[in-house]
């Protein structure tokens, strides 16, 4: 096929038949994490509906921890922990198999077994790897020095850690981790308790907060004052701080499409420096194309335009197009003001539809949306907000969501899975039997509606 996937599109083309597998690009991205705590603290006055609001929350996902320093055949690997209090307990190390010190840090008799993992790894999405039950892992033959007690414990690869979350690394406390728990006794790891939980439940593999054992200078400390302990503890000697850690990750923003809006960017191929088109030569326009086929080629099918790739001797332009994101997270901004050439929307056509509040007075739309054109649109419009360019902060003050809409099959409507049914057969009047795209499922309509369009 030879164009680019998202996670969620990954089984769906793996079931036709196709190879699907990570490569690195060079992409765009927009620093949304920039934002995070706004984002969770800015949506507290907001008359939308509580569950909407913690899926953000959870999206974005803030954690307070510290950030670890560990030792590792001469490298120094940080890790985030929200546990901290446990460090005694952590009896191994696991990298992402993509992490940049795997391939320096692996002993000579692993190293077969170690880039046979990794290239497995490579044709999994994230999301599968999240989701998968069966724990999988290699020994890279390196050992980690934990900074409590020096005591050198195994590095692992295994593909539940990711390098999109934290540093690619963790610190595996199996005692008081369900993941690592699954993972310890799988390969026969040790498994040293460090918190007593209250009552009669049991410890192994218990996140429950409780009372430090097994843990030096720690011990007798209820999980809330052993987490300060060890803070200043490592900070004192130096190995390691205070951390707020969010689970969102910085916005890509890059596809490699010819129908997205083209990069108005400029790189010099010298010195590989980009700089900007002026306003008078925008907007930017595709180039003519009787082929946009993907290639196969990393850079997109706008690589095979070379005149209009080659702006002058000197200069290129930037072949990534930007994804559909770039219109929908503001377009109704645009509606506003839709025949303004100067600005997207001018101060006195905000004025007089928006407010401070919140730019839209109420959106309704499908819950779908709570955590990507929901959240972009928030992050779009603060930005426009800091820039000057808007005086509210968010752009829509009440929102409410009417549900998803499923197909009979029991999954989302989606044209791409073929459950759907076309909308213009039953506002056609007088229509006989109408059949679903899918062989899975029919339609009957009771009533025959013409809306005059």
Sequence with gaps: MGTVLANEEVQEWKDKGETVERRPLRQWMLRITKYAQRLIDELEPLEWPESIKALQRNWIGRSEGAEVSFEVEGNEITVFTTRPDTLFGATYMVLAPEHPLVSTITSAPQKEAVEAY?????????????????????????????????????????????????????????AHDTRDFEFAQKFELPILQVVQPSGDQDWQGCTDPGTAINSGFLDGL?????????????????KGEKKIQFKLRDWLFSRQRYWGEP????????????????????????PEMEDFKPTGDPRGPLINCTDWINYSDKLQRETNTMPQWAGSCWYYLRYCDPKNTDHFISPENEDYWGNEDGFVDFYVGGKEHAVLHLLYSRFWHKVLND?????????????????LIMGEDGHK?????GN??????????????????????????STRINLGL
């Design 118 to 174: 990794v290239s497995a790894c490579a044709s999994k999405s994230d999301m599968e790897r999240g989701l998968d039950k069966e724990k999988t892992g290699v020994d890279t033959g390196a050992f980690a020095i934990n900074p409590v007690n020096g005591e050198k414990i195994p590095v692992w690869i295994a593909d539940y850690v990711m390098m999109g979350y934290g540093s690619g690394a963790i610190m595996a406390v199996p």
């Design 222 to 238: 209820k999980t809330k004052d052993a987490k300060k302990k060890i803070i200043h503890w490592l900070v004192e000697n130096r």
């Design 263 to 286: 990069f108005p960017l400029l790189w010099d191929k010298e010195t590989g420096q980009h700089s900007g088109l002026s306003e008078s030569e925008l907007p930017l326009l595709q």
């Design 387 to 403: 820039l000057g360019h808007l005086k509210s902060k968010e752009p829509f003050k009440k929102y409410f969501a009417p549900g």
């Design 413 to 417: 409507m989606s044209k791409s899975l």
């Design 420 to 445: 759907v049914i076309d909308p213009v057969q039953i506002i056609e009047p007088n229509t006989e039997r109408i059949p679903c795209v899918s062989t899975k499922c029919s339609w009957v309509p």
